[in-house]
């Protein structure tokens, strides 16, 4: 799991409240990505930064919120506006001169 | 857009018997080609990867990967299986859709059951 903590490993909420996961790394990556993984989809990508102050949009943004505001941290906001929000999720970040990226080892979100 | 398949949902191998994990790609010029292991609710961990240069890449743990690029595949192989390799694997591409970043595509994973 390498330089990347992600707090709480396992969260629980009840629904309509909004949640957020923190995502601190030490490895002095520029990018950080959000994934969420659900059994039998693999991963899928929420958001991503590849430099503090911006982020973009990844496949399944609808629902959720990140902010940049520091190099080593890349909180994820879980809205009451995301459907279903019970899921595994995964935090990663990489470098440009080494192309693959590193992960964390995860939040286990549960809304009742 | 870049895309990886997993054709098996589960592999199933005996112990000490050689494992291949197989993953073919799509993608639009050349591919950046990943392979990631994952333990029960843990993190995914890097296993190796192909960028250019020799074909058979080697990685973590034992494996290895080959680079076909006339069919299109990178499998993941050990020569012989452990136990302790059951896990789920995943194999990702470069996503090139915006250029100049490291945003993967991921297949869905296989699990790879190793019987004793």
């Known amino acids: 799991d390498g330089g990347i903590t992600q707090s709480p490993k396992y969260l629980f909420r009840k629904e309509g409240q909004n949640v957020t996961l923190s995502c601190e790394q030490n490895l002095n990556h520029d990018a950080m990505y959000w994934y969420r993984q659900d059994p039998g989809q693999g991963l899928r990508l929420i958001y991503y930064?590849?430099?503090?102050?911006?982020?973009q949009k990844g496949d399944i943004a609808e629902g959720y919120s990140v902010s940049r505001e520091k190099k080593e941290s890349f909180p994820l906001t879980v809205t009451s506006a995301q459907k279903n929000p019970t899921a595994f999720y995964l935090c990663?970040?990489?470098?440009?001169?080494?192309?693959?990226?590193?992960f964390g080892p995860g939040t286990r979100l549960t809304v009742t | 857009a870049q895309s990886v398949a997993q054709p098996e949902d589960q592999v199933n191998v005996a112990e000490g018997n050689p494992l291949t994990v197989k993953c073919t790609y799509s993608v639009s010029g050349n591919p950046y080609l990943f392979w990631y292991v994952q333990y029960p609710n843990r993190g995914l961990q890097f296993l190796l990867k192909y960028i250019t240069g020799d074909n058979l890449v080697k990685g973590s743990y034992g494996f290895e990967a080959e680079f076909n690029k006339s069919q299109t595949s990178f499998h993941l192989k050990k020569p012989s299986a452990l136990v302790s390799d059951s896990a789920l694997y995943f194999c990702?591409?470069?996503?090139?859709?915006?250029?100049?970043?490291?945003?993967?595509?991921f297949g869905k994973g296989n699990q790879v059951v190793v019987i004793p």
């Open positions: 990663a970040s990489s470098d440009r001169e080494i192309h693959e990226q590193y």
């Open positions: 930064s590849q430099i503090v102050n911006d982020f």
């Open positions: 990702a591409v470069r996503d090139m859709r915006t250029g100049g970043n490291n945003r993967l595509a």
